[in-house]
T-cell receptor
């Protein structure tokens, strides 16, 4: 099955700076990579995703890049704001013909005022 | 469009007791998932339904966990008997047939086993 590694586990940045979270995956057949944001006590929310036929996708201050050769993908948040503080999870399809996702362990992003 | 609904939101039980969780997916979503999220970890898939059939239950501890989706809409997840290590948030998610990987989560049920 798929194995997803996520780094760092905690990331503290100054408000206005950029944040980068990185993930690696093991199954070269994986073709969809979502990112979820989870605020304390809330549900995970899909914030951006990327499919294997593109190398980069951007949505306002959030972007995701994918390197299929190296089997890693990254989340980039620019001009960070206090409301960006949350736990971010990357994921990849678990494989085996089903549609479930395998999640990374999460990155706690802290925006310092 | 209404989101995924779950109940109860919180449940506290003693070990060896049984508990059931309910989920109502987004209208029209054929695929329903149950995930277990232990504190400080990412969600872990327990079971996936496509309509009322099980697609993947390879990570479901079948000696104590069971799930059903009899009419292809609502689903229930049951634990019997519960263990201390079952303390977690149980998240239900759903996705459409056209975009199976775009999964939308419910608010979850926080289970505490004492």
């Amino acid at each position: 099955g798929e194995n997803v590694e996520q780094h760092p586990s905690t990331l503290s940045v100054q408000e206005g700076d950029s944040a980068v979270i990185k993930c690696t995956y093991s199954d070269s057949a994986s073709n969809y990579f979502p990112w979820y944001k989870q605020e304390l006590g809330k549900r995970p929310q899909l914030i951006i995703d990327i499919r294997s036929n593109v190398g980069e996708k951007k949505d306002q201050r959030i972007a995701v890049t994918l390197n299929k050769t190296a089997k890693h993908f990254s989340l980039h948040i620019t001009e960070t704001q206090p409301e960006d503080s949350a736990v971010y999870f990357c994921a990849a399809p678990s494989g085996g013909g089903a549609d479930g996702l395998t999640f990374g362990k999460g990155t706690h992003l802290i925006i310092q005022p | 469009e209404a989101g995924v609904a779950q109940s109860p939101r919180y449940k506290i039980i003693e070990k060896r007791q049984s508990v059931a969780f309910w989920c109502n997916p987004i209208s029209g979503h054929a695929t329903l998932y149950w995930y277990q999220q232990i504190l400080g970890q990412g969600p872990k898939l327990l079971i996936q339904f496509q309509n009322n059939g099980v697609v993947d239950d390879s990570q479901l501890p079948k000696d104590r966990f069971s799930a059903e989706r009899l009419k292809g809409v609502d689903s229930t997840l049951k634990i019997q008997p519960a263990k201390l290590e079952d303390s977690a948030v149980y998240l239900c998610a759903s996705s459409s047939r056209n975009s199976p990987y775009e999964q939308y989560f419910g608010p979850g049920t926080r289970l505490t086993v004492t």
